[in-house]
């Protein structure tokens, strides 16, 4: 145990007696590399210092191993012993071994044929499973090969699709043969693009017949839009009767729910299956986004088609089949969107819709400034619309066109408006202006109770004379069918409160156009004294018939009775055709003082210096009073009682002044007292006249304060002055207050220095011995003068 260390320490010591670098044999003893060392050994030109340490290193190596076999060779010996031993038993076994190899390959021998026998039968049962295996998935895939073709040929392509794909997910890898491999992968694209052809042409046979279609989709659409209209308009027209019924004070209503009316509207039925089957086919195929592309931009060019104006027929004829084309369009589209599962969005629908809203309301603002009918424009409104009620339950944004409606509000009814000019005109143009003899009860309700012209609530004698010509229901006619146009252009557009729009129009009609033809007419010079009559007498019932005007207006709008019956809210025309009538008036009263003037215009046949009385009634009071005669008899069946007493008072006032300006005309020089005397008895004449007129005609029932004899007050009084026998009382305030306060003074000067009490002839002094007549010329002469010293 204590020799080890010894050596150890002898050879450590040795390693100093060799002469070896310590640190040279710790690299070698480490294993390191002694490349840097023999690099830097030849680099510093001492090569043999290193070649000497390596030899000691070696020799030092060397008595080691000398050493230690010194050690040991006891154990050698022993070891050597021992294998020998080993390698004399390993004989013995491999003898033994051979001897049992022998016999185990005689025994074997018949076994490893029949293992090989077997071993090929495996083989053989291994390739038969195999080719049976392989047998197997080309049979199925035959199978599928085949009901992919029968799908194909009888037009089912989903189930050849899902055929398709599992052929080429789940047996084209496994098909063990390479040729059917390749025929079916070269089959499938062609398949499938054989598939993805039919389909497209199914969807542009679709294309074309559900374009042909539109027309009528639409069609049906806004025949059921007016079919709900036309519902609508029966119940508020019934509830208008209602509300007539309660107006008229009926106690008992009767309420009705009509079942027909609440059955669901049909159903727009339109085929759309070759748009999911494509569809889906498509999604199928992993091509949706391009039929998606291909749908829209197909409909979308027919579209623009549809948007196209025809230019072989006008407008007013094509602009219904144009717009039902377009509303079936965008219904098909709307179920398109709705059910196709994503072929559309959102705001494909809403950019196509845009353009095509942009293209009508072009189209319409540009038609809308040709027409120049009325009519014409209230049947495109009317169609557009009910194509607006139609989209707006599809959720389409319909406010540009409704604005384009209503800015053709003012345009339809000035044309309106200017028809009725027309046919107002011509109605009065060819009026008789003779009282309107109704012989029928249903001429009667026609003309009279229609238009609440009538004066009492029973039911007059047949035949009815008619206070009004029959220009007046005619007028109320069109305005009744001016009031029903104009509701029916106003009522369906995007006003819902157009009362008053209907109201103002209605004063329009009735103020520029009734009551300016009718001014036209009183103050063209056309008319007679009869006809003037007969249309103040028009005018006073148009006036009546203006709140009924104000009803109609307010029921056709469904406004309350308690709206418009409240002050103010009348019409204007009501005032402006009271004026009117005054017109007339004046008008009626300007042509009977012409025509008085035309019978004063005899007197110039008075022989105002006659020497004796006249016997008679003069000729001119003659042909007055049967003109007034027959004017206040007529004025009488047609005026009522206050203009009959404004018309009688003005003629009999003209006929005064006239007597009165006789005697101050410039070439009545003189005059005398039988001269006088005439005229007095023409006066009484018409005197006489007056009171009995004022009697039988129910003026005096007015109890005004000046009746028809006073008008005549003045002639009177002058005649009265010029043959009374003192004359000069005239100049006695109280005497002239009672008896002459109509005369003026300077009209009373001048007629009297006219006035000679005897004829100027020779010895006419002679010939007058009477004292009284003296007394009165004298008398005269008085006045004169004092009246000359007044003046």
């Known amino acids: 145990m204590n020799a080890q260390p010894k050596r150890r320490t002898a050879a450590e010591n040795g390693e100093n007696g060799w002469g070896i670098d310590s640190g040279l044999s710790t690299l070698i003893g480490n294993g390191e590399d002694l490349g840097p060392i023999v690099r830097h050994a030849f680099e510093a030109g001492k090569p043999e210092a290193l070649m000497h340490q390596l030899r000691s290193i070696v020799k030092k190596k060397e008595v080691e191993i000398e050493e230690l076999c010194k050690l040991h060779y006891e154990d050698f010996i022993l070891a050597v012993d021992e294998l020998r031993g080993v390698l004399v038993d390993a004989d013995e076994l491999k003898g033994l071994l051979t001897n049992e190899n022998l016999r185990l390959q005689e025994v074997a021998s018949s076994l490893l044929l029949k293992l090989e026998e077997l071993l090929e039968l495996y083989s053989i049962k291994k390739n038969v499973t195999e080719a049976v295996r392989k047998l197997k998935v080309c049979v199925q895939v035959s199978i599928l090969c085949h009901k992919c073709n029968k799908h194909i040929s009888e037009g089912k392509f989903v189930p050849a699709l899902k055929i398709l794909d599992a052929l080429e997910k789940d047996f084209l890898l496994n098909v063990p043969l390479r040729t059917l491999r390749k025929v079916i992968e070269k089959q499938i694209p062609a398949i499938k693009a054989h598939i993805e052809k039919k389909v497209c042409s199914e969807f542009n046979e679709w294309l074309v017949q559900i ?49 027909d009316q609440l059955d669901d509207e049909s159903v727009l039925e339109f085929n759309l299956t070759p748009v999911y089957r494509a569809h889906h086919i498509h999604t199928c195929l992993g091509v949706e986004d391009k039929f998606r592309e291909y749908y829209y931009k197909n409909r979308l060019m027919q579209l623009n088609l549809d948007l196209e104006i025809s230019t072989a027929q006008p ?89 384009v409606l ?49 004066t009492s609530d029973i039911m007059p004698a047949f035949p009815y004379v008619a206070s009004f010509s029959s220009s007046v229901p005619d007028i109320c006619r069109i305005v009744r069918s001016f009031i029903n146009d104009s509701v029916s252009y106003l009522s369906y557009g995007g006003h819902m409160n157009f009362y008053d729009a209907v109201k103002k129009y209605v004063d329009k009609l009735l103020i520029d156009v009734l009551n300016g033809i009718l001014l036209d007419l009183i103050h063209g010079g056309t008319l007679g004294a009869s006809q003037a009559m007969q249309t103040a007498a028009n005018i006073s019932v148009l006036e009546r018939a203006c709140d009924l005007f104000l009803w109609q207006v307010a029921q056709h709008c469904g406004v309350p009775v308690r709206l418009f019956d409240r002050p103010h809210a009348g019409l204007a025309a009501k005032s402006v055709l009271k004026d009117s009538q005054n017109a007339s008036y004046n008008a009626l009263l300007s042509l009977v003082n012409s025509k008085l003037d035309e019978f004063l215009l005899l007197m110039n046949n008075v022989n105002w210096i006659a020497d004796d009385p006249p016997q008679n009634v003069s000729e001119y009071m003659n042909e007055i009073s049967i003109y007034l005669d027959t004017l206040m008899s007529t004025a009488q069946q047609i005026l009522p009682l206050e203009a009959l007493y404004m018309l009688s008072i003005s ?19 003189r005059f005398t007292a039988s001269a006088v005397m005439g005229i007095d008895n023409d006066l009484k004449l018409l005197e006489v006249f007056s009171e009995e007129r004022y009697e039988s005609t129910g003026l005096c029932d007015l109890n005004k304060s000046r009746s028809l004899k006073d008008c005549l007050v003045e002639p009177r009084q002058l005649i009265n002055l010029l043959l009374s026998n003192q004359p000069e009382n005239f100049m006695n305030p109280v005497i002239r207050e009672k008896h002459y306060g109509a005369l003026d003074y300077k009209k009373v000067a001048n007629i009297c220095e006219k006035f000679k009490d005897s004829p100027d002839r020779l010895f006419g002094s002679l010939s007058s011995r009477n004292t009284r007549p003296n007394a009165r010329k004298k008398s005269m002469d008085t006045l004169k003068k004092r009246l000359k010293d007044f003046n």
């Open 315 to 403: 407008f007013l004829e094509s602009h219904q089949p144009f717009f039902a084309q377009i509303a079936g369009f965008f219904i098909v589209e709307d179920r398109v969107l709705r059910t196709a599962g994503g072929l559309l969005s959102d705001s494909q629908v809403e950019t196509i819709w845009d353009m095509a809203l942009v293209n009508m309301t072009s189209i319409l603002e540009n038609q809308f400034t040709r027409v120049d009918n009325a009519s014409h424009l209230l049947l495109i409104k009317d169609f557009v619309t009910l194509l607006c009620s139609t989209l707006k339950h599809y959720g389409y944004r319909l406010t540009p066109l409704l604005e």
């Open 406 to 454: 209503d800015s053709t509000r003012d345009k339809y009814h000035e044309l309106l408006l200017n028809e009725c000019r027309k046919q107002v005109t011509n109605i009065l143009a060819n009026d008789s202006y003779q009282q309107m003899v109704i012989r029928k009860e249903y001429e009667y309700k026609m003309n009279v109770v229609a238009f609440n012209l009538q």
């Open 651 to 669: 003629a009999l006032s003209h006929v005064s002044d006239s007597i009165v300006a006789a005697f101050l005309n410039e070439n009545v020089k």
């Open 211 to 259: 374009r042909s279609m539109s027309r009528n989709i639409g069609q049906l659409a806004i025949g059921q839009a007016a079919s709900t209209r036309q519902r609508d308009e029966e119940m508020r027209a019934r509830q208008r009767e209602a509300e007539e019924q309660s107006r008229s004070g009926l106690a008992e209503c009767v309420y009705s729910l009509d079942i």
